[in-house]
C-alpha cells in the first residue's frame, strides 16, 4: 500500500495525502477548542480510520461531524468507518447516494455497469485495487442535509460549506476555514468525468470561477492534487477562463484554441494545457 503522509496547515487544520492507485482523494480534519469536522469520509474504511487514527492520537477518537463534499465513491465508501460521527452534506449529494443503494460490488456486477456507461473504467479499476481482499462496501447515507449554505463553529475555528456544483459533480460542495484563510476545493474545479467524453463547459467553469473566487483564501486544496498556492490557483483559474474563452471564440475549433493559446502565453503547450483544451472541446 502506498503511504499516506498527514500534513498540517496552520493551527487548526491537517490533511492527509492523496493516493492514486486506489484513488484515495484528499482528506481534511479541522480541529476546534469545542468539536472536530472531517472534510469526506475517504474511499475506504482504512482510509478514513487510518487518517482519523493518525490525527487524533488518543484511543476511540473519532470527528465530532463529517461533511462529504460530494457523492462519487472516493469521498463517502469511507462513511460505515464513522458510526458516532454527525454525517453532513448537501441535499443533491443526499439524492445521488440514494441512487447507489441497489447497486452490488462484485466485480461482475461493477463490469456490467462500465459496459453500459454508468461507471467508469478508472472508477472500476481502483475499487477492485482498493478493496482487493475483502468487499464489504456499504452506502451510508448522510444525516443532516442543506441547500445552499451552512456554517459550523468549531471553537475559535469557522467552517463555512457552501453549495457551488461545476462540471465534476453538480452536487458539489466547497468548506472554507474562515481563520486560516484554506478553501477545500475537493474535485469541484475538475471536469466531469461520468459523461461520454471527459470534458469541461464554458459556462459552469466560469460561473464557478467566479463562486470560488468570492473567497479570500492563502491555501487551496484540490482533492487528487497537492495544495495550491493563492498564486497557483490564480494560474489554474486563468488557464481555464482563457481556454473557455477561446472555445467560446473559435467555435470549439482544437487546433484554431491551441494555436491561440500558444500565441497568447507565448510558448509551447504543457500536457496539462493540451489536455484542458481538449476537454473543453469535447464539452462544446
Partial sequence: MTTHTIKKIGQTFSY???VSLTDRPILGMVVGNNKTLMI?????????????????????ATPDMVVLTHWHWDHIFGLPALPDTVSIASAKTRKEMEKLLPFSWSDEAIDERVREGT??????????????NHREIQVVLPEVTFDRRMEIDLGGVTCIVQHVGGDHAADSVIVYVKEEKILFLADCIYPKMYAEKVHYTMKETLRLLDELEAFDADTYIPSHQRPWTKEEFRQEADKLRVIAKYTDLY??????????????????LTEDEVETIAYFVNGY
Fill in 40 to 60: 469526506d469520509a475517504g474511499n475506504s474504511k482504512d482510509h478514513a480510520n487510518y487518517f482519523i487514527q493518525r490525527n487524533l492520537k488518543h484511543e476511540n
Fill in 16 to 18: 492527509i495525502t492523496p
Fill in 119 to 132: 461507471e467508469i473504467e478508472f472508477c472500476a479499476k481502483a475499487i477492485k485495487e482498493e478493496y482487493k
Fill in 251 to 268: 467555435g470549439g475549433d482544437r487546433q484554431r484554441i491551441v494555436s491561440e493559446y500558444q500565441a497568447h502565453l507565448n510558448r509551447e
